[in-house]
C-alpha cells in the first residue's frame, strides 16, 4: 500500500512538473480550493450524522420506554395477547422492523414484525446486554428493561432500520458534489484572471530568456513593472545580463589571446612531435643494434671456444713428435733397410708412423670440423648484421614482403640468446598472402616485444620456459601477430599503465619501449593490446594490424 502511495505521489509530481506555470497556478488555486471546501463540507456531514444518530437513539429510547410502562400489566398478569396489540402500534412507525417483550426467564412473551421483514427469522435476544448499539446491517437496536414497583418484569426490545439514515447521508454527498464542482468551477474562473498578475511577468522574463538564448544577445534587458519579489527578479535578472555581457567581451578577449597562445603551442607541440618520433626511431634503432650485439656477442663467444680449441689440439699435436721420427729416418736414409730391419729403435719406427699418420688424420678430421664451425659463426655474423642493416633504414616506407620471413628474421637476431636461456620457441603461422607495410616500423616493434618476453622468462625461475609467436588471420581484412611468454606476467594494476610513458618496473627501465610500440603500431592503423591473469602467469601481447596487399588500401583497425 505505502509503495503504491508513493508511486502514486512521484507521478503526480512528474505531471506537476511538466504542466506550464498558467496550469501550475490554476492546479493549485483549484486543489486548494477543493480541498478547502471538501474538509468543511465532510466536517458538516459529520456533524449531522453525529446529530442524527443521537437523535434516532433519543426517539427509539423515548418509543420503548412508553411500550414498556404501558405492557407492565400484560406481563403481570400474563396477558401476552393485550402485550402484541401494544406492540402492533408500531405500524405507524415503518422504520421499525422488530419488536419484542421478554419475561422475567427470558421467554419471548410478545413480538411484533413488520410486513417487509416477514421473511425473516427471530432475532436472539434474551442474552444481550441493555442499551442500545448501531448492528454492522444499518440497523439501531435498542433494549430497555419494563420495571414495575421497582421489580423488573422483563425486558423489551426494538430494532429500527437505518435506511432513513443511509438515503440522508446520500443526498448530502449530492449535495457536497455539486456544491464542490460548482465551486470548483468559480475558483478556476477567478484563478484564470487572477493568476495572469504572477504568470505574465514570469512568463515575460522566460520569453525573454529564451530570445537571449537563441540569438546571445545579452544587451536586452526586461523592463521593471512592479516593486514586489518579481519586481526584485526583474532587477536581479538585468543585473546578471549586464555581468554576462561584461564577461562575454572578457571572454572574447580571453578567447582570442587563448587562440594565439594555442597556435604557438601547437606550434611547438608539432615540433616535439617531430623529435619524438625520432627519438622513436633512433630508440628503436638502438633496440635493434642491441639485440644484434648481444647476439653477436653470443656468436663471438661460440667463435672464441672454437679458436681455443683448435689453438689447443694444434698445441698437443703429434707433428713435433713426428718430426724427430723423419729427422731420424734422414740419419740414416743411406742404410734405412737395415735401421729399420735390425736396429732396435729403427723397428719400433714403422709402426709408430702408421700410428702418427692415424692420429693425425684424426686431428685434421677434428680441426676441419672446428674450422667449419668457425666459419658458419662468422657467416652468422655476418648475415645478423646484414640483416641488421637492411632494417634499420630509414622508416616510412613501405613494402611487400611475407609476414612469416620477416618474424623469423626476428626471430633469428634473438635465436643465440633464446637458445642461451634454455627459451623453448615456439611458431604457428597462418597463411597469410604478402603485405604492403612499413618493415621497419614492425621490427622495431617485434624486437622490442620479443626481449621484453625473453626478460620476463629468463626473471622466472624454474618452470619450462616458452615463448609462442602466433602470425593470425583476424577476419577478411586483417591480421594479427601474438607475442605469448609465460614468464613473470604483469601486476593487475599496471595492465593500464603500461603503454604510459616513463612508466616501467625495471630497474634500468627508461619507460620509453612499450610506449614507442603503441605509437608506431597506431601509426600504421592498427593496435596493440596486452593481456595477463597476473604475477606469474605469463603475458600476451597482441598486434591488430590492416592486410594491406597491393591491390588494396588501408583499412584502419581503429
Request: aromatic share 4%; glycine share 6%.
Amino acid at each position: 500500500m505505502i509503495s503504491k502511495t508513493a508511486k502514486l505521489l512521484r507521478g503526480l509530481a512528474h505531471y506537476f512538473s511538466r504542466k506550464s506555470i498558467n496550469g501550475k497556478l490554476t492546479l493549485l488555486t483549484v486543489t486548494s480550493s477543493g480541498v478547502t471546501l471538501l474538509v468543511a463540507c465532510l466536517a458538516f456531514v459529520s456533524n449531522d450524522i453525529t446529530v442524527i444518530r443521537d437523535s434516532k437513539v433519543m426517539q427509539l429510547t423515548a418509543l420503548g420506554e412508553v411500550l414498556a410502562s404501558n405492557s407492565t400489566a400484560a406481563l403481570s398478569f400474563d396477558r401476552s395477547q393485550a402485550a402484541e396489540e401494544l406492540l402492533a402500534s408500531l405500524q405507524n412507525r415503518p422504520m421499525v422492523e422488530y419488536a419484542c417483550i421478554l419475561d422475567n426467564n427470558g421467554k419471548l412473551f410478545a413480538q411484533y414484525i413488520s410486513d417487509s421483514q416477514a421473511h425473516r427469522p427471530q432475532l436472539e435476544v434474551a442474552d444481550r446486554e441493555l442499551g442500545h448499539q448501531f448492528t454492522d446491517d444499518g440497523h439501531l437496536e435498542v433494549i430497555l428493561p419494563i420495571v414495575e414497583g421497582g421489580d423488573v418484569l422483563g425486558k423489551i426490545c426494538l430494532y429500527e432500520s437505518l435506511a432513513d439514515l443511509t438515503a440522508q447521508l446520500t443526498r448530502y454527498a449530492a449535495i457536497v458534489a455539486i456544491v464542490i464542482v460548482l465551486s470548483l468551477l468559480v475558483a478556476m474562473l477567478f484563478s484564470f484572471r487572477l493568476q495572469r498578475a504572477i504568470s505574465a511577468p514570469i512568463l515575460e522574463l522566460a520569453t525573454t530568456a529564451k530570445r537571449i538564448s537563441t540569438e546571445g544577445d545579452y544587451s536586452v534587458r526586461v523592463p521593471r513593472r512592479s516593486d514586489d519579489e518579481i519586481g526584485v527578479l526583474y532587477e536581479q535578472f538585468n543585473l546578471m545580463l549586464e555581468q554576462i555581457q561584461h564577461g562575454e567581451q572578457s571572454l572574447h578577449e580571453a578567447r582570442d589571446k587563448l587562440e594565439i597562445r594555442v597556435m604557438e603551442r601547437t606550434t611547438q607541440l608539432e615540433e616535439l612531435h617531430k623529435q619524438l618520433l625520432e627519438t622513436a626511431r633512433r630508440a628503436g634503432m638502438a633496440e635493434v643494434a642491441t639485440s644484434v650485439l648481444h647476439n653477436v656477442g653470443n656468436i663471438l663467444n661460440s667463435v672464441n671456444v672454437s679458436a681455443d680449441l683448435i689453438r689447443e689440439r694444434l698445441r698437443k699435436s703429434e707433428v713435433t713428435d713426428l718430426n724427430r721420427a723423419l729427422a731420424i729416418l734422414d740419419d740414416h736414409k743411406n742404410d734405412l733397410a737395415t735401421f729399420v730391419t735390425e736396429n732396435q729403435k729403427g723397428k719400433h719406427l714403422a709402426p709408430y708412423l702408421i700410428a702418427a699418420g692415424r692420429t693425425l688424420q684424426s686431428e685434421r678430421d677434428n680441426l676441419f670440423d672446428l674450422s667449419k664451425s668457425l666459419m658458419e659463426n662468422i657467416t652468422h655474423m655476418k648475415s645478423i648484421v646484414a640483416m641488421q642493416q637492411s632494417y634499420t633504414q630509414v622508416s616510412g616506407l613501405t613494402e611487400t614482403l611475407s609476414m612469416g620471413e620477416l618474424i623469423d628474421d626476428v626471430i633469428e637476431m634473438h635465436a643465440s640468446s633464446l637458445q642461451k636461456y634454455g627459451i623453448k620457441l615456439v611458431r604457428q603461422y597462418d597463411d597469410i598472402p604478402e603485405v604492403t607495410i612499413d618493415k621497419h616500423r614492425l621490427v622495431q616493434i617485434l624486437i622490442n616485444l620479443l626481449k621484453n618476453a625473453k626478460e620476463s622468462l629468463m626473471e622466472k625461475l624454474g618452470g619450462d620456459a616458452t615463448l609462442t609467436i602466433r602470425l593470425q588471420k583476424n577476419g577478411q581484412d586483417h591480421m594479427r601477430i601474438v607475442v605469448e611468454d609465460n614468464g613473470m606476467g604483469i601486476h593487475k594494476e599496471h595492465l593500464d599503465k603500461i603503454f604510459t610513458y616513463g612508466f616501467t618496473t625495471k630497474e634500468a627501465g627508461h619507460g620509453y619501449g612499450l610506449h614507442s610500440c603503441a605509437n608506431l603500431v597506431g601509426e600504421m592503423g592498427g593496435s596493440l593490446s596486452r593481456h595477463s591473469d597476473g604475477p606469474n602467469e605469463g603475458a600476451t601481447f597482441i598486434i591488430d594490424l590492416p592486410i594491406i596487399t597491393a591491390d588494396t588500401t588501408v583499412i584502419s583497425s581503429q
